[in-house]
């Protein structure tokens, strides 16, 4: 059997693919982790426990939000590191699952506000139109403390039943949303 010389490649042997990463590519990989980990580490323990991580990174991350300054700095690098061994895309999808819930949230209540004021403003008018889009809602109730918050509103007095109109929108159409 003759033997190979030192100076010859066989290359038929090994078919692999070798995918070139520029060091640029890695650094942007390396920094985006590190976001994602500074952005778990600003969640609180309801959402983080939504998230699918490991006790390592879980641990890590309750380290971090204890730590202050530069002890924080070096644990999100970690926490970077850590997320370089796991697979981040689901993680990711929970995270912005979590923020846009936030998000919408906070439209809901937006258009909660204006519905309230737009009841003051039109009266009788703009509680049929929101009853018949939201049947749930008690028409003589409504009708009450939007009569009661306009004569506040004339008086000057605080506007305890213009709040009391965005607790009753607020428990009863986020229930139904």
């Known amino acids: 059997m003759a033997r190979k010389q030192r100076d010859e490649i066989d290359w038929t042997d090994n ?10 590519e890695i650094k942007r990989d390396a920094e985006h982790l590190k976001k994602l980990g500074a952005s778990l580490i600003e969640l609180n323990s ?8 490991d ?6 991350i309750a380290l971090a939000q204890r730590l202050r300054l530069e002890a924080r700095r070096r644990q999100i690098q970690y926490i970077g590191k850590l997320l370089r061994n796991v697979d ?4 990711q999808e929970a995270l912005d699952k979590v923020e846009n819930r936030h998000n ?3 439209a809901l209540l937006h258009k909660l506000e204006l519905i309230r ?7 009788d008018n703009a509680v049929n139109a929101l009853v018949d889009e939201y049947p749930n809602l008690d028409r003589q109730h409504l ?4 009569r009661a918050a306009q004569k506040e509103k004339q008086a000057n007095k605080p506007p305890k039943n213009y709040r009391e109109i965005f607790q ?5 159409i986020v229930e139904q949303e």
Do not use: F
């Open 104 to 106: 919408q949230q906070q």
């Open 46 to 53: 309801a959402n983080l426990a939504k998230m699918p991580i």
């Open 117 to 123: 004021d737009d009841l003051v403003e039109n009266g």
């Open 168 to 172: 009753y929108l607020k428990s009863i």
């Open 143 to 146: 009708r009450n403390l939007v």
């Open 55 to 60: 006790d390592t990174l879980r641990e890590a």
């Open 88 to 91: 981040h895309e689901p993680i």
């Open 15 to 24: 078919e692999e693919e070798i995918i070139w990463v520029s060091k640029s």
